[in-house]
């Protein structure tokens, strides 16, 4: 399939399966960047978490933690986000368009525009380039935008809260008494999936900028004088990492203990959970990664160590997870904050930890692997179209099809079905051609199909067909666990 | 333990151990009525969800949406949330308080108050009962507060949108697109888990009334000619339904079949969901539940039938489920407010469907689940905590233990949890006394504890506890697996 219409066939797909769609699409004046999933997307979101779960949650021995998407502004100051989440403006004054005016900047100039400038500072800058809107017509003043959604909470309305805009912050706040409970020790992992929210001036390209979104995120909890003291490293040293680190223009593959050595990661820690993390993808299926190295004028001013997960796709590289090194930032500024001690104690020594993130975001993971997984394949004469997902991941692993609506093959594929579906996400289908339900099947990317015809009444066999080589066997009923238990990839890689 | 300490008990085990606290404690101001659920929390609420997704949605092969929390305005203006999801509220003149006018007006004159009165006939019945603020201080005016967060989205702070107030809109909204995507036919459930938003005027309670909740919701479809032409209800006709039918004092058991026959419940579709309801919570292990049939004072105006779904706690009867049939109202008033043409074809009958909704709190539900299990019981002299979680629910199924921290045992013992964590969730513990270790597990519900001593290096036999009788039996490692596996419930009862 080109690139260049891949974006347009997944979203076709999306929509006409009901892998997502626009939310409350039948009131047109309905927002953009809302996303529903629909039932198939309901199955692979939830596999692709629990997958998350397996290969860094439990694998790893993190605390879980499940907080609220409200919080009081009070958080929201002491993390910087009232002040600082905010976007330049700027709207035009004939055609009432807003835009970003670093971007608008950067178009013009071609040259990067440093965060954190003053709004008299972009003015001087839109006027100093003699940036107008692409209109003609002339660009008001520049303001600042909080990106936060923020309002009030009880009759008075006086207490403010905000959603948040990233899940990691109830980690921090929560830090204490999570170590507690947990009776942990440091270095320790705190996970959270949940919603995030952020009011994006302009969402586009559905999945990858949303305004409401789900995040997955590891915040390790770490004695930054240990960093290197990591017995758990050993078990992954040999591990080949995908990385480009700053000034290389393509990435090396290079083992865990060999990048540690060279310094191009800082220490033992963090090459582990970039393990970690590349091995759940890799458990996913996801091809054409790299870990990029954040220059210093992307990464932000506490980020020691900043890796970006990328992906490539048709809409260029997106980033599927931020890995930063924060320091001690946040518990640092929560603790002065809330005039709280955040220390812990590792081993005789008091500390405040510090925090190495893996700040992932599901919503454009799961894009990227239905952008990967779709193939339009020439059959004979015919074209089909297939979603060559991991069997992990797929929505359905099994379907289960009599071959014709009649001779008692309904009941004994409903008998089938039943019996499988203790173990596995089995759809049953009896409507249509057999060769129209393979293609349903295959573009929603159920590994097997097995179909029940008028031999199986005879010899208590069915045929059994793969989704990627198109190739049928006849196979015993009984057998049919075993071989599809085969057929999963063990998860423990 | 004593009825009237239980909701202590729960909370004190709830803060020490983790299963939920307060959100953003660490900053006093936080406002009341948001709750994180740390690493058991997680865990319990997690595996509710997926034994409600099992013996609820996948067992009646229902449609899962997972729909964005922030809705546009004009869902709520047609849904009704906007006009009339209201409280009547008043305020305190002399110590500010703000109470419920109609709380205030029911507490003094021990009549219910209908609902939908206006601001000023609330105003009449303060003044006709002389109703002061318990300060003494004179009232003022009845104000309406809506009850649901609304705020703005985009730059230009124009287009109103709220957070759901409950998660059920979305399936109404998205039901014309599901039902094609999935090529549905009446009847057919959408199922939805997700969470809602309550501007509460006095959250309490701690998870019983929040104003951020998980919602685990139910629509069924239906074409209300069909509603007792019901195939699938010959398969329970005989489960026997806890009813409270109105005007009895007393819950009644009935078989399903005799309570359709009684017209006690108005068709067979109902029945059957009822019961896939009750059967749902029996697989939790909760006791002590009834269906309430709400009085016609009780019930919204459209709907026909109507059961609570009801729980006796430490505080009394608690809704966990409110079961309705809401007729046409929510597909008529969304088909009128965005002009779309939302029936469908039933054979060849075109039809608006009806709607018979389950609409169950998570949350209400884990607080009630965790009041129920907890026991304190003396042990000799000793007093211990048990939570007789049922092992479905449970945090953690096994807990593996080495008797002393030397002469390779917490080697082996680390082996055999890691061999058992590929299908059980396991904790591992060799800190403190075995017998604390056993009381740390009792407390959070691990139905087993195995402990390996010198005999297990000697015989390979480890000793496996049970939570609830306590008793200890020695056991072969290689038969582990078996002897944990016959100790979990069947799914499908």
Redesign the interface.
């Known amino acids: 399939m080109e690139k260049a219409v891949k974006y347009e066939k997944v979203t076709e797909l999306a929509l006409?399966?009901?892998f997502y769609?626009p939310?409350?699409?039948?009131?047109p004046?309905?927002?953009a960047?809302?996303?529903?999933?629909?039932?198939l997307?309901?199955?692979l979101?939830r596999k692709f978490i629990e997958l998350w779960r397996q290969y860094i949650v439990?694998c790893d021995n993190m605390?879980?933690?499940?907080?609220?998407?409200?919080?009081?502004e009070?958080?929201f100051k002491h993390s910087g986000h009232l002040d600082n989440f905010v976007d330049p403006?700027v709207e035009c004054k004939k055609c009432k368009t807003?835009y970003r005016a670093d971007k608008l900047i950067e178009e013009k100039t071609k040259k990067q525009i440093p965060e954190g400038l003053s709004s008299d500072e972009f003015d001087k800058l839109l006027e100093k380039y003699k940036i107008k809107c692409p209109c003609g017509g002339e660009l008001g003043k520049v303001s600042k935008?909080n990106m936060m959604?923020?309002?009030t909470?009880?009759?008075?309305k006086s207490?403010r809260?905000a959603l948040r805009p990233e899940t990691c912050q109830?980690i921090f706040?929560?830090f204490?008494?999570?170590f507690k409970?947990?009776?942990a020790k440091l270095p320790v992992g705190i996970a959270q999936v949940g919603?995030s929210?952020r009011?994006e001036?302009s969402p586009r390209q559905s999945l990858i900028r949303t305004?409401?979104f789900t995040q997955a995120e590891v915040e390790v909890f770490f004695n930054p004088a240990s960093a290197n003291n990591f017995s758990k490293f050993d078990m992954i040293k040999g591990y080949k990492l995908i990385l480009q680190p700053v000034g290389k223009k393509k990435p090396i593959k290079i083992s865990a203990s060999e990048a540690v050595k060279k310094k191009i990661i800082s220490s033992k820690l963090v090459a582990y959970y970039l393990v970690l993390l590349q091995n759940f993808y890799d458990a996913c299926g996801l091809k054409n990664y790299r870990f990029r190295e954040l220059s210093k004028d992307e990464k932000a001013f506490y980020a020691k160590d900043a890796w970006d997960f990328e992906v490539e796709t048709s809409l260029g590289w997106i980033e599927l997870v931020a890995c930063n090194n924060r320091a001690d930032h946040d518990l640092g500024a929560?603790a002065k904050?809330?005039k709280?001690k955040l220390e812990v104690m590792d081993g005789d020594q008091k500390v405040l930890p510090h925090v190495f993130e893996l700040s992932l975001g599901v919503d454009r993971s799961i894009y990227c692997l239905l952008e990967q997984a779709l193939v339009e394949e020439k059959v004979g004469k015919d074209k089909r179209l297939v979603l060559r997902l991991d069997p992990k991941l797929s929505p359905y692993f099994v379907a289960v099809f009599p071959l014709v609506n009649k001779d008692k093959l309904p009941e004994t594929a409903k008998k089938i079905a039943g019996s499988l579906?203790?173990s596995y996400d089995v759809f049953y289908d009896e409507?249509g051609s057999i060769g129209k339900r393979y293609r349903r099947m295959d573009e929603i990317g159920t590994p097997f199909c097995i179909t029940i015809d008028h031999q199986t009444l005879k010899d208590d066999t069915v045929t059994i067909r793969d989704r990627d080589t198109m190739e049928q066997k006849r196979i015993k009923i009984k057998e049919l666990e075993k071989f599809l238990l085969s057929m999963i990839t063990p998860?423990?890689s």
């Open positions: 006409r399966r009901g769609f939310s409350a699409e039948i009131y004046s309905t927002p960047g809302f996303f529903e999933y629909g039932p997307g309901v199955a979101k439990k605390i879980e933690l499940d907080g609220t998407v409200i919080l009081p009070v958080v403006i807003i935008f959604f923020s309002f909470v009880g009759p008075r207490e809260v109830n706040i929560d204490a008494r999570l409970v947990a009776r919603k929210f009011n001036i305004r409401e929560h904050g809330s709280q579906s203790c409507s998860v423990l």
